[in-house]
C-alpha cells in the first residue's frame, strides 16, 4: 500500500492549532499539512503513519510525551513499535525515531535534520 494521505488542512486549521497549542512548527512539514493532513503507507519500504493535524497534541499527550520526553514531539510512527517526532530543543527541529516502550532520551535516534529529509531517508531506505 503506498502512502495516501488525507486531504490537506486548511489555513483555518493550522491557524487554530497555533492558538490552541502555542506551537509553531517547521515551514516544510506545514507546506506537507496544506497538501496532506495525516495519512499512512509506504514511502520507499519503510511504513508511515503521519497523525492528522488535530490528534498531535491528544496523541501526544496519551503518550506522555513531556513526561518522557520533554523536548520531543511526535507527530507519528511506523505501525510498530517506534514513534516518530521533533526535536524541538534547538533550531532547526531534527527528526528523531524513538520506542514507545521504555520512551527516554538515551533512546532517540536522530533521522533527519528537517521533515523534507526525514521523507527522503524513507524513500531511499534499503529493503
Known sequence: MKFTGHAG??????????ETTGRKLPGDYLAFLRKCNGGEGFIGEEYLILWKLGELEEFNRDYEVRKYLPDVFLFGSNGGGEAYGFKI???????????????CPEDCETMANSFSEFLDVLEQSPS
Open 9 to 18: 488542512a486548511t489555513e483555518q486549521d493550522l491557524a487554530l492549532f497555533r
Open 89 to 103: 530543543n534547538k533550531l532547526p527541529w531534527k527528526i528523531v525515531r524513538v520506542p514507545f516502550v521504555g520512551m
